[in-house]
């Protein structure tokens, strides 16, 4: 079997000021794979997400995702051509309801505008019926179906982190990257997060994933990249991962 190369990092360097971010960072996602992206804290786990959707854009390297670059591409257009995120700090729309919160993620996506209501066609109500469709059901596949009028800001926490990733997924995308999902969870949270990672893979996406805790990590990823300091220390599957003497002393050294 031949793995379709879905998003490849090359070579990546950002530089804020005198702190370099990453530092000649290379790596590939496949398709259909769930990658883990580990590393202490400051690693650059999240400028790596924040040069892969366009807030910033490398001081060198290429990114190549479906086979386009994404050089100076603005943030719409990246998320247009596939790629979602969720946030460490959960951004949700807290005075919307569960149900727009999600339909804001798809009109992210299509043409049709879902606040120009007195100038709708008939062609754009249908869309609209058909989004609010595809909108309830990622509410029901990520649990949240009995939630969908109330207010985000009314919703557990929980929920709050589900949300976000029923509304990255209503953009339709072919890569999604959750940044620390289970930030705050419990372990029995923890272990019902896993489950649905593994689902959100099974539907078709490609999924990376930033998060710190390990046992999760390993339990749910196909291959592991690991940076430390800006720079990419390792890579593996998770058993590699696990006996890697630099990861090893990578961690350590922060305990
Ligand atoms: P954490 O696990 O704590 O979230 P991380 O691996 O996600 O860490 P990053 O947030 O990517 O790490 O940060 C990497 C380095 O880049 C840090 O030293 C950080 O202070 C720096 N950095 C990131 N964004 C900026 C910015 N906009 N301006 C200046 N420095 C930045």
């Known amino acids: ?29 496949r398709e259909g794979e769930i990658l883990g992206l580990i590393g202490p804290n400051g690693a650059g786990k999240t400028t790596c997400f924040n040069v892969m959707t366009g807030v910033y854009q490398p001081t060198s390297g290429q990114i190549r995702f479906a086979g386009t670059g994404l050089a100076k591409m603005k943030r719409h257009a990246i998320t247009r051509l596939g790629i979602a995120r969720t946030f460490q700090n959960i951004r949700l729309f807290k005075s919307m309801t ?12 299509s043409r049709v505008g879902f606040f120009h209501a007195l100038l709708r066609t008939p062609l754009q109500r249908r869309e609209e019926a058909e989004s609010r469709e595809r909108a ?39 890569l999604i990257c959750l940044d620390e999902p289970a930030a705050g969870f419990n372990p029995a949270e923890k272990v019902v997060l896993m489950d649905l990672i593994k689902k959100v893979r099974d539907r078709g996406y490609t999924v990376l994933l930033i998060e710190h805790d390990m046992k999760l990590v390993m339990g749910v990823t196909d291959r592991i990249v690991v940076l430390e300091f800006g720079r990419k220390i390792a890579e593996g599957t998770p058993a590699e991962i696990r006996d890697n003497p630099a990861v090893i002393a990578a961690y350590l050294g922060v305990e």
Do not use: C, W
């Open 1 to 29: 079997t031949t793995t379709q190369t879905l998003l490849e990092v090359h070579d990546v360097t950002i530089k804020f000021g005198g702190i370099t971010a990453l530092d000649g960072v290379s790596f590939d996602i």
């Open 98 to 109: 569960a149900l727009e919160n999600v339909l804001v993620g798809a009109d992210a996506h």
């Open 136 to 174: 309830m059901e990622l509410l029901k596949f990520m649990g949240l179906a009995r939630r969908a009028d109330e207010l985000a800001v009314n919703l557990s926490y929980g929920d709050q982190r589900r949300l976000e990733i029923a509304r990255a997924m209503a953009t339709n995308p072919k």
